[in-house]
């Protein structure tokens, strides 16, 4: 379970960043990336947090993760606050980007066991849930051979074993599909849907209409930090006035 | 406490990278010793070939001066060059045609015959073979000097010994360790420092700005692992680097110290008091605080760059501020004292040239810990804090 109340983050801005961003931060001293957003995600529920890039999902993500402190507002992840019990959640947690995030120079049996050893598993309780991740994931033919070495598609098995291996009650997925093939983005849907089947809570961000329809509950729109839409996938079809999901959602957040 | 785990994660995959392995143990291997070696035996074979080398020499003034001439004739190794244009001497010394001219003055006899100084002018090229020529020729001007000297005293009926007023009798109390151990006792830590921070460089480097440029710094982030302990699992690594490195170079050089046949026995005795275990547990009490204070700064200084590329660029400068103060230390008239036992990287390169020469003062060198120790700890402490700041660790 994921609660979020009235969350806010603010970034200070350097002298660098606002010569970077151009004339119109000049005089600002913070930028707000996220701003007093509410929601929740409640077990065997995927929600999806959909918005284009920089409108705030990574922020959200990562302060759920506790990456990062909220500047406002506050987050419970399986009753524990972000903030004050940040181990607790991370033990929860499972987390997972895009980017594959593995260690080039370990095998995916080093890579899997150092998550667990971190997550403080039991050797006994590791040998059997890594047997049976790498039975499901068909992992056995690769799993002494060095990452670097890996196929993408061999790469992605191997992040969804490490973010999976201990078992975490809360999935984050943040914009995992981006630059994947269509093969590697299906197992990743496929497996963000067994999430929600063993009664997990799933959080997902996309910037793609057509992956929240494939596989949410819920979903929240967010855009330049703030949300346009939080509601089931059945309210929104229903709210639809615009003939396509893309469209609705452009509508949604320039006609705001 | 997670340190272990990300320690033991950290250094498998720092050894299983090849530029690591390059920086940690090829290099400190073979290049100190290579270096060595090379540059002595260059050194031995240019003064042995200098010595050996048949000096080709122009007289001018030989009918005024033809005892000194003939000392140079009969002189072993040494070729006279008969006529030569006197305006394009110095030419002929700079194109190495010749090596060098002696010329006599007119006056030479004259004044020799009144008891007074004849001038006799040497040109030569100072540059070549370490200053050699100079003194093969001045050497045989010297015994013909003598000669001279000898007969004027004697026409004189004077005892020879009255050209010199004193006896100067040098005893020099310092032992043959002070003094090889001050002359090049600096230079032991100066390897260890210089080693230690090309150690660890590149896995400080890789272990913070790579984890970012990777994309894995999340991965381990949403871990259970506290940032305190992510961060020093990694400092232990970096520093491990840095001293693994360091003992490599120094096993290497004496490796190749021990490849010299002519050392003389004092040099082989200060070695072995070195390498005695409690002159090298004080070393290594230096360094090893000293190798922690700039494992730190580099880790930090990763940590905060964007990539891999940024942080090289923002390391590679501080081999100069860590590689001024080294060599500093190894400079002779510079002493441990109240000041310098407070300056970082110096005080290591002169407490150890102390502790090596047997004449070490144990409240500088307390006061040298400490300030070694208080800095290494200065610098753990900021390299941790600096990993919790958001501002650093998602700076993009």
């Known amino acids: 379970m994921i609660e979020i109340k009235s969350l806010s983050k603010e970034f200070k801005l350097t002298k660098q960043h606002r010569r970077e961003l151009g004339e119109s931060f000049t005089d600002k001293k913070s930028i707000c990336a ?104 068909d992992m056995h033919d690769f799993a002494d051979r060095r990452i670097a070495r890996l196929s993408t598609g061999m790469k992605q098995k191997t992040s969804i074993a490490r973010t999976i291996i201990h078992d975490p009650e809360v999935m984050i997925f943040d914009e995992p599909t981006s630059g994947l093939d269509v093969m590697t983005s299906r197992a990743i849907m496929n497996l963000i849907r067994s999430c929600k089947d063993d009664g997990k809570t799933v959080l997902f961000s996309t910037h793609r209409m057509g992956e929240i329809n494939q596989v949410c509950d819920h979903l929240a729109i967010i855009y330049n930090g703030e949300l346009y839409f939080n509601g089931s996938l059945n309210v929104f079809k229903e709210e639809m006035t615009q003939p396509t999901f893309e469209d609705e959602f452009i509508f949604r957040v320039e006609g705001k | 406490m997670k340190i272990w785990i990300i320690f033991k994660k950290e250094l498998k995959d ?71 244009q006197k305006d394009s001497i110095q030419h002929y010394i700079q194109d190495e045609f010749i090596d060098a001219v002696i010329e006599v003055s007119s006056h030479y006899n004259l004044a020799l015959g009144q008891n007074k100084k004849a001038s006799i002018k040497v040109y030569f090229k100072g540059s070549d073979s370490m200053g050699i020529t100079k003194k093969r020729v001045e050497q045989i001007i010297k015994e013909r000097e003598r000669f001279i000297i000898n007969e004027r005293m004697a ?31 600096g230079f ?23 984890e970012k440029e990777r994309g894995t710094l999340e991965t381990i982030l949403s871990s259970p692992a506290s940032r305190f302990d992510i961060v020093m699992g990694k400092f232990l690594v970096v520093l491990s680097a840095a001293i693994a490195t360091s003992f490599i170079a120094i096993g290497g050089l004496y490796l190749a110290v021990q490849q010299f046949p002519d050392i003389p026995v004092e040099i082989l005795q200060v070695i072995q ?77 002169l407490a150890a040239k102390d502790l090596v020469a047997g004449i070490i003062d144990p409240i500088l060198m307390a006061e040298v810990y400490g300030s070694l120790f208080f800095l290494a700890g200065l610098s753990i402490w900021f390299c941790v804090k600096w990993f919790n700041r958001e501002e650093t660790i998602f700076r993009n």
């Open chain 2, 188 to 210: 032991l830590p100066y390897i260890f420092i210089i080693f230690g921070f090309m150690g660890a460089m590149y896995p400080g480097l890789d272990l913070g700005a790579g």
């Open chain 2, 14 to 84: 720092i050894l299983r990278d090849r530029r690591t392995i390059m920086m940690m143990i090829v290099f400190p291997l073979l290049l100190a010793p290579a270096l060595i070696t090379v540059v002595s035996k260059v050194q031995m074979m240019q003064m042995k070939k200098a010595q050996e080398k048949k000096l080709k020499l122009h007289f001018i003034g030989k009918e005024y001066a033809p005892n000194l001439y003939q000392d140079f004739v009969s002189s072993e190794r040494i070729i006279m060059i008969p006529y030569l």
């Open chain 2, 273 to 349: 008091d070195v390498l005695s275990l409690k002159v090298f547990l004080m070393i290594m009490g230096l360094v090893i605080p000293a190798s922690a204070f700039f494992s730190a700064i580099i880790l930090s200084l990763s940590i905060y760059a964007k990539s891999f590329k940024e942080a090289q660029s923002i390391v590679a400068p501080l081999n100069i501020i860590i590689i001024f103060p080294a060599i500093i230390g190894t400079l002779p008239g510079i002493e441990l004292n109240h000041t310098t036992a407070l300056i970082p990287v110096l005080n290591v390169s």
């Open chain 2, 155 to 185: 026409r004189l009926h004077l005892d020879i010994d009255i050209v010199d007023a004193f006896e100067i009798d040098r005893v020099d109390i310092s032992s043959s360790q002070e003094k090889i151990g001050k002359a090049a006792g």
């Open chain 1, 34 to 137: 996220v701003n007093d957003i509410s929601f929740s995600c409640k077990p065997g529920q995927i929600f999806g947090l959909i918005g284009p890039n920089g409108a705030g999902k990574t922020t959200t993500l990562r302060m759920v993760a506790t990456m990062l402190k909220p500047t406002h507002g506050s987050i419970s992840v399986c009753g524990h606050d972000t903030v004050h019990a940040n181990q607790q959640v991370r033990k929860k947690i499972g987390f997972m980007t895009g980017q594959t995030a593995l260690y080039d120079r370990l095998t995916p049996n080093e890579m899997v066991q150092y998550m667990a050893e971190l997550h403080g598993m039991k050797k006994d309780l590791f040998f059997q849930r890594r047997q049976s991740l790498f039975d499901l994931l």
